[in-house]
Nanobody, 123 residues
Framework: QLQASGGGLVQTGGSLRLSCDAS????????VNWFRQAPGKEREFVSG???????VYGDSVKGRFTISKDNAERMVYLQMNSLKPEDTAVYYC???????????????????WGQGTQVTVSS
């Protein structure tokens, strides 16, 4: 039910914008997060946006990444600036199916997941 897109190969310092298509879901009711997972590492919380638009960021991306959403278009975006090689990972969007939930950083709280999009930052 979620489709993530927008990944690619970019040089250090570059930018990418990821998109999460949440067709079939009313984003005004649910929290949506971005997580990422690099090879050999655990899944990591990146950012989340609540049903009301409150945003939360992981420490490693604060000041560089911006999450936003368009409720009418049922899209969630992750603008990633000043990318670093350590940002290289598969990025997943995920939706918490409990209405009016706050953003949490726990992957198990999220019920629906996109297929992931690869982001590679070259040094």
């Amino acid at each position: 039910q979620l489709q993530a897109s927008g990944g690619g190969l970019v040089q250090t310092g570059g930018s990418l914008r990821l998109s999460c298509d949440a067709s079939g879901r009313t984003l005004g009711l649910y929290a949506v997060n971005w997580f990422r997972q690099a090879p050999g590492k655990e899944r990591e919380f990146v950012s989340g946006i609540s049903w009301s638009g409150i945003t939360v960021y992981g420490d490693s991306v604060k000041g560089r990444f911006t999450i936003s959403k368009d409720n009418a278009e049922r899209m969630v975006y992750l603008q990633m600036n000043s990318l670093k090689p350590e940002d290289t990972a598969v990025y997943y969007c995920a939706l918490n199916n409990r209405r009016f939930s706050s953003v949490t950083t726990i992957a198990d709280d999220y019920d629906f997941w996109g297929q992931g999009t690869q982001v590679t930052v070259s040094s």
